[in-house]
């Protein structure tokens, strides 16, 4: 098979390695010469870049002719995403093993992973680019605030989405380290992407000191910001803030500073709480995702075996949201739908973007009494000392899935 473009006659090995020749389409990682690309539109600054959409002249392998012997790119002219990293000019082989981590999980997984086509290389700033789908709809936070009544059954699904990628990338033995709602984008369904590069591309972990890490503070489990290893179960803390997002629609402490007081208040058990009446189920399960003790947090796995249950008027989930509509909102409305106002402010220290966090003399984490013993915020005292789920009893119809139309193929 052929190369694409100029890779084949390209001489440095790192360049090289991105000359891919898997048969599977949506395996293939190309090396893409940057005069592949015309009309750049700066769209947003990261922790560790910039995005630009841009259009790609080819457009993205589809499948492999066997008569013609070559790969057929049948979407010229399509809009993509090219995200440049911050001094990468001298990329190390550590940091193309981590793209290559992303690609492979994609392989796995394509239908939550956000699609990366390939690499590209600044001219100018000799920066490496990556090649990305385009999610024209932006990140999820962009579509919370332009969808202020989504129903329960697509918070579920959505978050069902989000929760099989991360289950992806745990099953193979990684870890995102940078989870948070902007790394999410929306197609038609939520993406995760960032995988793998939640550290600069010249990051180098022995120059800095053991209490610095990389990330957006409010999705940052507590023993990360003591300067503690980034496990599986620090991804679940930022999947559980994740999901107080989605459900209430409110960026996580959206009114104070991002600073040290905050941290030490996040250390002292501090949590986002809602405005709203939620579901019993929901909140225990974000309650665990939240837990202070690493250990008592729930696996990807286990997050998506509860909340593929089933909306009917057999299951208990069903009654919790119906009555938490009802204490929402005594009006008519339609079925399943929650209340949410999204008119909020954002304080001018509230910063949601990938940046270097050091703070100094953390305490050991706790949990707060006040929300672990007492703050349910459940439906209705009456309810709910009545009604004591167990999760283990619910059943599960594992061919429930979301009928909603994909649109534009992405893949």
Not at 46 to 53: A, D, E, Q, S
Not at 79 to 96: P, Q, R, T, Y
Not at 147 to 170: M, T
């Amino acid at each position: 098979m052929e190369t694409y473009g100029e890779c084949k006659d390209e001489k440095d090995e790192d360049v090289y390695y991105w000359c891919n020749t898997s048969e599977e389409y949506y395996k293939v990682l190309e090396w893409i010469p940057y005069d592949k690309f015309y009309d750049f539109e700066y769209i947003a600054k990261g922790g560790f870049g910039k995005v630009y959409r841009t259009i790609w002249i080819d457009g993205y392998i589809r499948y492999w002719d066997d008569i013609n012997q070559n790969w057929e790119r049948p979407f010229p002219e399509k809009d993509v995403a090219l995200k440049s990293l911050n001094n990468s000019k001298n990329v190390k082989l550590e940091f193309i093993n981590e793209i290559t981590s992303h690609h492979k999980i994609f392989g796995d997984n394509y239908g939550t992973i956000i699609r990366l086509y390939g690499i590209t290389q600044d001219p100018d700033t000799k920066n490496y680019m990556m090649v990305l789908y385009y999610a024209e709809n932006g990140s999820l936070r962009n579509y919370l605030d332009t969808n202020v009544k989504l129903s329960w059954r697509d918070k579920i699904y959505h978050l069902c989405d989000i929760a099989n990628g991360l289950e992806q990338i745990h099953a193979n033995e990684l870890i995102h380290r940078d989870l948070h709602i902007g790394n999410i984008l929306y197609t038609y369904k939520p993406m995760i992407t960032d995988m793998g590069l939640c550290k600069p591309a010249d990051y180098n972990a022995t120059e800095n000191t053991k209490n610095s890490t990389y990330g957006v503070l409010p999705y940052i489990a507590p023993e990360i910001l003591r300067g503690q290893n980034y496990t599986k179960a620090a991804d679940i803390y930022s999947f559980g803030i994740i999901m107080y997002e989605v459900i209430s629609g409110l960026p996580p402490y959206h009114d104070v500073s991002h600073n040290q007081n905050l941290a030490l208040k996040i250390c002292q058990g501090l949590r986002p709480r809602f405005d709203i009446k939620v579901p019993q189920l929901f909140v225990h399960l974000i309650k665990r995702c939240l837990d202070a003790n690493q250990l008592n947090r729930p696996t990807a796995s286990e997050i998506i075996h509860i909340l593929r249950y089933k909306f009917d008027d057999s299951t208990e989930l069903e009654r919790q949201v119906k009555e938490a509509d009802e204490m929402n909102n005594n009006k008519l409305q339609t079925s399943y739908v929650t209340l949410t106002s999204l008119s909020y402010e954002t304080h001018s220290e509230a910063i949601y973007t990938s940046r270097l966090l050091n703070f100094n003399n953390l305490p050991e984490p706790k949990n707060s009494d006040d929300y672990y013993k007492y703050y349910d915020n459940i439906i209705s005292t009456e309810y709910s000392e009545n009604l004591q789920i167990d999760i283990s009893q619910l059943k599960i119809n594992e061919n429930d899935q979301n009928d909603e139309s994909k649109g534009e193929e992405i893949i």
